[in-house]
């Protein structure tokens, strides 16, 4: 296997023995990209910039500096603020438009030695899965180039499982990182909102979005939450001997493409022989409390946070020209209507702000009364649907809606606040499939060395083919 095969964590180990540099492999993930150009994962890529940066690392290393990330590249989701490249955040008003400065997570990931790859595509402003968007182009998924990544964050999954680059920044707000995650066959991590600076993000929702990595390990995911976060305590070992883990008995399981099923119950069986304690969980009126939240939240502090985002930094267009830029038809669908007599009312707000409470205690009083850990379950309860399938897919024989279908399972936590992982478990009919575990608020270090045990119980992931 070639280095750049490799995951994050063996790819710094390999740096710092010596046994390779920075620019040599930098030479190797230009090559690739340039290779993978099908996939249409970046927005922006600048070769000659990246093995600026890697000579530079190498310099630094051999004068003796060290730090958690140095050498190391990482593409940023095209809506995260920094210097050197635009930041369309996926949308005609903003594309081309170059930030005033890093965003904070930015200023952190340089500060450990990271190098800043590109700029991934995403779902236009984020507002959906596919990452089909009209104004960049579909980002494909490298196991099938037929199919969506995922979205929003689609491109940050596509670049990472074709391994143009060892990780990836997305963001979060109702399944964004993991949906991804699992479509691509790689692992993401949904950070409990506020321990990952918002400032320097085109934002959704301040109370719903989190920007979160994604990688192909946990460690990976564990390094790289330390650097963001600044909260680099080694995470607890944990063993799954004895460890329980609830699995909630209605709306994760239900309605579930076979192949995921089969391959979602494969993974819990190796768990419960593992030792893992699989305890049987209820959420009772999960589906109308998270309905109650979800878009209410995020489509009223869209224009909020939008606008704030568009003045403080500096980005040189109101919010009245963001909405008349859209290109994508399902984007210009949510947010077009925002401006008229389709905004949400304040006290609707209110309202889900309040249904927001009763989410969070229900969470809250299932993980104290079970004793669980994490509760278990497929990320998303189908595999990648086709580019195209904007509206609807086909979901074992009958069409379903997109949107609502790949976010089912991933949403409710989100609107909780929950810090969420998706680890890639297998293929179905040679797409992937992804597990999920939701930790409970504020366990986000304890919920990686659980996926750290998870992943251990499991067979390794293949690697995604190289496109074409």
Known sequence: MDLIDCTATEILKALERGSASSTELAEQWIARTEQASVLNGYVSFDAAGLLQQAAQADARRA?????????????????????????????????????????????????A????????????????????????????????LSRIPGGSSGGSGAVVAARLVPAAIGTD???????????????????????VSADG??????????????????????????????DAAAPPDVSLRGLRL???????????????????QAAVAALRAAGAEIVAVDLPGIAQLDGEVSFVVALYEFVRDMTAYLRDR??????????????????RAIAGPLLGEGAVPEAAYRQALEAR?????????????????ALVFPTTPSTAARIGDDETFDFSGRACPTFATFIRNADPGSNAALPGLSLPIGLSHGLPVGLALD???????????????????LPPMPLAPVPR
């Open 63 to 111: 004068a003796g500096e060290r730090l958690p990330l140095l050498g190391l590249p990482i593409a940023l989701k095209d809506n995260i603020d920094a210097v050197g490249f635009p930041c369309g955040n996926g949308t005609g008003a903003l594309h081309g438009r170059h930030p005033v400065g890093d965003a904070e997570l930015v200023r952190r990931l340089r500060a």
């Open 113 to 144: 030695g990271a190098l800043i790859a590109g700029k991934v595509g995403l779902h236009e402003l984020a507002f959906g899965i596919t990452t089909n968007n009209a104004v960049t182009g579909a980002v494909r998924n490298p196991w099938d």
């Open 173 to 195: 707000t109702g399944g964004s990182v993991r949906v991804p995650a699992a479509l691509c066959g790689v692992a993401g991590l949904r950070p409990s909102v506020g321990r």
């Open 201 to 230: 993000i085109a934002p959704i929702s301040a109370t719903r979005d989190t920007a979160g990595p994604l990688a192909r390990s946990v460690a990976d995911l564990s390094l790289l939450d330390g650097v963001l976060t600044g």
């Open 246 to 264: 609830g699995l909630p008995q209605t709306y994760f399981w239900e309605d579930l493409e076979p192949g995921v099923r089969a391959q979602a």
């Open 314 to 331: 500096s980005r040189g267009i109101g919010f009245e020209q963001l909405i008349a830029g859209i290109g994508s038809a399902d984007v």
């Open 357 to 373: 409470k009763r989410l969070q205690a229900l969470y809250a009083e299932t993980f104290a009364k079970s004793g669980v850990a």
């Open 439 to 457: 930790g409970p608020a504020g366990s986000d270090r304890r919920l990686l060395a659980i996926g750290a045990a998870v992943e251990a119980a």
